[in-house]
């Protein structure tokens, strides 16, 4: 049960695993979820659990509060990790949950770290299980459960969205491993509460980025004469190495993002807009990949408006491509505060839509006659290309159809 998750001040045991609370009164954040008298915290305290979802970014707490569970429940606690398990340990899983039921009437909970890196049938595993309450399931991921959890497993469970926690609440946090016996509460460490505050706002909403950088930044600090520990901002600074960026080229924060350029492009904010292609290059996406959108865009959103746009856009994904990285960055730049200063019109957009839509839902009408070109003595006995008139000889505009007569005075534009 909670064995499997006890505290340990083992040397080699990360501060954010040492510090992880074994009550409510430890658990910072997250209060619309697990705050008293919520839906969550009543079923926890109760030991009702159901299966259920955490769903939120890196150190916001999901696995805290798993550990909890397992602190505080009566049931047969389990521990997986869908990076190192296998389908053979599902089953295995499953198996033992059956026979704790079926001998000794216990049930099992069963909490699964990183559920969205399991594949389709270590998820179908779970279904007849969780379906009988033969186990309930917790799982924890950083991604779109929508995208990453089979439907059927997904109506399964109850989805609690996690936000990043606030500076404020890893700030308290970091205080609480510089007093705490389980952190540094035995050594002696100077360091400022600007200093903390900063560390807490640069975390981006991550606890373990936190206390991470916090380790490392006193384990690598020699003591003074005085044997005290002195932390400053620029120590901070190297602990962090903030390179690790909050975005995933192949998850939900790619297209967060990259919607974001794309909107604030539409607002003509240059400013923001900068702001996201920055996130993105920064991060490791491909300048080709955000120069391809700034192409679309450039049609889509501005088109009749400025001509001019697609030509910069066009020309900046060709910079990109014999450039790369660094060196494409102002590029980029370029391009985007050019389409966003620039006039915007749908124009072609719509019209195109409209054109989509009589294609998709009206027959295939035939080319008028008079449009088509009489390649063969036959084709012109039928009729292919007579009376076409053809436009550069006429001084006057020209009365004729172009589109097929079923179409005559559709407009698109």
């Not at 697990?34 to 259920?52: F, H, K, Q, V, Y």
């Amino acid at each position: 049960m909670a064995d499997l998750f006890q505290q340990n001040q083992k040397k080699g045991v990360p501060l954010a695993d040492r510090l992880r609370p074994e009550d409510f009164s430890g658990f910072l954040g997250q209060a619309e979820v697990i705050g008293p008298g919520t839906l969550l915290r009543t079923a926890i305290e109760s030991d009702n659990i159901p299966s259920m979802i955490f769903w939120g970014p890196p150190g916001c707490g999901k696995t805290t509060l798993a550990r909890l569970i397992a602190n505080l429940t009566k049931a047969n606690f389990i521990n997986l990790s869908a990076v190192t398990s296998s389908l053979k340990e599902v089953r295995e899983v499953i198996a033992g949950a059956k026979k704790q039921q079926e001998f000794y009437g216990k049930k099992t909970i069963l909490f699964i770290d990183e559920i969205h890196r399991f594949n389709k049938a270590q998820q179908d595993a779970f279904l007849p299980v969780v379906e009988d309450g033969t186990i309930v399931l917790i799982g924890a991921t950083t991604e779109n459960p929508s995208f990453e959890i089979i439907s059927p497993l997904l109506s399964r469970a109850k989805v609690f969205v996690f936000k990043a926690l606030t500076a404020e609440d890893i700030a308290k946090i970091l205080r609480t491993a510089l007093k705490s016996d389980k952190g540094y509460g035995r050594l002696k460490i100077k360091i400022s509460r600007e200093v903390i505050d900063y560390l807490a706002g640069m975390s981006s909403g991550d606890a373990r980025t936190a206390l991470n950088s916090l380790e490392l930044a006193i384990g690598a600090t020699k003591p003074d004469k005085n044997g005290i520990i002195i932390i400053n901002q620029g120590i901070v600074k190297q602990s962090l190495q903030k390179s690790h960026l909050l975005y995933d080229k192949a998850g939900e924060e790619h297209y967060n993002i990259i919607s974001a350029l794309h909107k604030s492009l539409r607002g003509s904010d240059a400013d923001a807009a900068l702001y996201w292609l920055g996130r993105m290059l920064e991060a490791g996406e491909d300048p080709l990949y955000i120069a391809r959108r700034l192409v679309r865009f450039a049609a889509e959103d501005i088109g009749l408006a400025g001509s001019a746009a697609l030509l910069q856009a066009v020309a900046a994904y060709q910079a990109c491509h014999f450039m790369g990285m660094p060196e494409c960055n102002v590029i980029l730049a370029q391009a985007v505060v050019f389409l966003a200063k620039s006039k915007k019109s749908n124009q072609l957009y719509a019209a195109y839509q409209k054109v989509q839509a009589d294609i998709k839902n009206l027959p295939a009408y035939g080319v008028p006659l008079h449009l088509r070109n009489a390649e063969t003595k036959l084709m012109k006995n039928l009729g292919y290309g007579k009376n076409y008139k053809y436009n550069p000889n006429y001084s006057e505009p020209v009365e004729q159809d172009y589109l097929p007569a079923e179409l005559k005075g559709r407009k698109y534009l």
